[in-house]
T-cell receptor, first 110, second 116 residues
Framework: DAKTTQPTSMDCAEGRAANLPCNHS???????VYWYRQIHSQGPQYIIH???NNETNEMASLIITEDRKSSTLILPHATLRDTAVYYC???????????FGSGTQLTVLP | GAVVSQHPSWVICKSGTSVKIECRSL??????MFWYRQFPKQSLMLMAT?????????EQGVEKDKFLINHASLTLSTLTVTSAHPEDSSFYIC????????????FGSGTQLSVL
């Protein structure tokens, strides 16, 4: 599976959009980009995933560059409850064995 | 989304005892489940893959005789930490694979194990 690179930490003001970047320059053509988050002392929560096209659901939007070497997770209106570690993972789509990197600690500030 | 229930949420045990953790997929059948371990301020590390009706596949460095995995039904996998020691204290998380058009992993809420 391709490796990902994410900033260690980010801050965001409550109510503003949180944009979390992820680099995955060695991604293969059949690999999806998955985003999960983990709130302290809880199991990871699925957020969104995509292959080529941008995706949006009730939680977030996922913007994938045309060359697929990077992506951005967007939380449109961050709340304090969005404070968590966000993991960007690339996987072949079977999602069988996700490999978690170090993720980005997002802190939403009041 | 799909629900994966993990019990107990936390457990404290004496050194040398065994602890069983259950992972259930409540609204879907999961032929494959995974067990992770997470130490403080670290990421999740895969311990083993649990397949219904067959033996689990362990990651390198994980002792299969110490971490017993049973996946006897399509909705239940158990992890038993045998003869627990303080160094086994960790946050254990299970996940279940839901087969849809795109397979997705859903995670349990985790079990904090403290071995005294």
């Amino acid at each position: 599976d391709a490796k990902t690179t994410q900033p260690t930490s980010m801050d965001c003001a409550e109510g503003r959009a949180a944009n979390l970047p992820c680099n995955h320059s060695t991604i293969s053509g059949n690999e999806y980009v998955y985003w999960y988050r983990q709130i302290h002392s809880q199991g990871p929560q699925y957020i969104i995933h995509g292959l080529k096209n941008n995706e949006t659901n009730e939680m977030a939007s996922l913007i994938i560059t045309e060359d697929r070497k990077s992506s951005t997770l967007i939380l449109p209106h961050a709340t304090l409850r969005d404070t968590a570690v966000y993991y960007c993972i690339v996987d072949s789509g079977s999602a069988r064995q996700l490999t978690f990197g170090s993720g980005t600690q997002l802190t939403v500030l009041p | 989304g799909a629900v994966v229930s993990q019990h107990p949420s936390w457990v404290i045990c004496k050194s040398g005892t065994s602890v069983k953790i259950e992972c259930r997929s409540l609204d879907f059948q999961a032929t494959t489940m995974f067990w992770y371990r997470q130490f403080p301020k670290q990421s999740l590390m895969l311990m083993a893959t649990s397949n219904e009706g067959s033996k689990a596949t362990y990651e390198q460095g994980v002792e299969k005789d110490k971490f017993l995995i049973n996946h006897a039904s399509l909705t239940l996998s158990t992890l038993t930490v045998t003869s627990a020691h303080p160094e086994d204290s960790s946050f254990y998380i299970c996940s279940a694979l839901k087969r849809t058009t795109n397979e997705k992993l859903f995670f349990g809420s985790g079990t904090q194990l403290s071995v005294l």
